[in-house]
């Protein structure tokens, strides 16, 4: 009869060992990336009008519409004609009322940016002949537990730090003031 436990080789032992090692670190860096992009990024505004959706598993969360999020077609600058899920690169502007704008379109990162300009990576959500439909992977912010229907379609202020390596994300939400709003 075999023992109920039989104990572990030591080989066996070691590479557990350094397979929930290899586990542990890469929890450790996900978590110091997120860290990073706030710490080492440049912070930009973009207004948005928010919908509340409820989602049952993962409680009260904001979808985020961007006015960044549908750009004319007069601001890409590719040769080629844009298609839909290609990465692109928004360069933004920001603008006296304390808030970012979408001023151009690359199908490549831009080399070079005038003084207090920004660039958002993306891609192309849908193609139309007057405009582009863009998603930023950031059209989704969760709240505390029944806070959402408070920021329900109501003009928001988002602030998103964006790192120098492309990476973004959103660091903070506030309602847009009166002044401002659309």
């Given at each position: 009869?075999?023992?109920?436990f039989s104990?572990?080789?030591?080989?066996?032992?070691?590479?557990?060992?350094?397979?929930?090692?290899?586990?542990?670190?890469?929890?450790?860096?996900?978590?110091?990336?997120?860290?990073?992009?706030?710490?080492?990024?440049?912070t930009v505004?973009?207004?948005?009008?928010?919908?509340?959706?409820?989602?049952?598993?993962?409680?009260?969360?904001?979808?985020?519409?961007?006015?960044?999020?549908?750009?004319?077609?007069?601001?890409?600058?590719?040769?080629?004609?844009?298609?839909?899920?290609?990465?692109?690169?928004?360069?933004?502007?920001?603008?006296?009322?304390?808030?970012?704008?979408?001023?151009?379109?690359?199908?490549?990162?831009?080399?070079?940016?005038?003084?207090?300009?920004?660039?958002?990576?993306?891609?192309?959500?849908?193609?139309?002949?007057?405009?582009?439909?863009?998603?930023?992977?950031?059209?989704?912010?969760?709240?505390?537990?029944?806070?959402?229907?408070?920021?329900?379609?109501?003009?928001?202020?988002?602030?998103?730090?964006?790192?120098?390596?492309?990476?973004?994300?959103?660091?903070?939400?506030?309602?847009?003031?009166?002044?401002?709003?659309?």
């Amino acid at each position: 009869m075999l023992p109920l436990f039989s104990p572990v080789p030591e080989r066996r032992r070691r590479w557990l060992l350094r397979l929930v090692a290899a586990q542990v670190l890469f929890v450790l860096l996900v978590a110091a990336a997120g860290y990073a992009v706030s710490h080492y990024g440049r912070t930009v505004a973009l207004r948005t009008s928010p919908v509340d959706p409820r989602d049952l598993l993962r409680g009260d969360y904001v979808s985020l519409n961007y006015d960044i999020s549908q750009v004319p077609r007069r601001l890409w600058r590719g040769e080629e004609e844009p298609r839909r899920r290609r990465p692109v690169y928004v360069q933004l502007q920001p603008t006296a009322a304390g808030y970012h704008r979408a001023v151009a379109v690359y199908p490549a990162a831009p080399a070079a940016l005038p003084a207090g300009h920004v660039v958002l990576r993306g891609w192309i959500g849908n193609v139309w002949r007057q405009g582009l439909q863009l998603r930023y992977g950031l059209e989704r912010y969760y709240v505390p537990e029944n806070t959402g229907l408070g920021l329900q379609r109501q003009p928001l202020l988002v602030r998103i730090s964006i790192a120098p390596w492309g990476q973004s994300r959103i660091t903070g939400l506030e309602k847009l003031p009166a002044d401002t709003a659309r």
